[in-house]
């Protein structure tokens, strides 16, 4: 009996010794992978930084800028009469429906 004991117990101390190197292994490559994902949020802080300090760098910004640029407003103002336009003819519509239900 004690043999057998004995070859159980050393097979678990196998075990565990092969656990101990694969979670080396594993912590190793966390440690690696957590370093990368440092690098790369550094990267994409001091990137945005630059793209708030110096617009000209940031693609985003200079189209907008290109943007502003060349735009007339006439857009802008035909929307806009448009909606005042489509405000009056519902204000309209609602008093009409109003004196025709005789509420005033």
Do not use: Y
Request: charged fraction near 25%.
């Amino acid at each position: 009996m004690k043999e057998k004991e004995e070859s159980v117990l050393d097979k678990t101390l196998e075990e565990m010794e092969s656990l101990s190197i694969q979670m080396a292994a594993f912590l190793s490559e966390m440690q690696e992978f957590k370093k990368t994902v440092l690098e790369r949020i550094a990267n994409l802080e001091s990137t945005s930084r630059l793209c708030q300090t110096n617009p000209s760098t940031c693609a985003t910004a200079r189209k907008l800028d290109e943007h502003v640029a060349h735009d007339s407003g006439k857009l802008g103002k035909n929307t806009a009469l448009i909606c005042c336009i489509i405000s009056c003819l519902n204000m309209a519509i609602s008093l009409v429906v109003l004196i025709a239900k005789g509420g005033m």
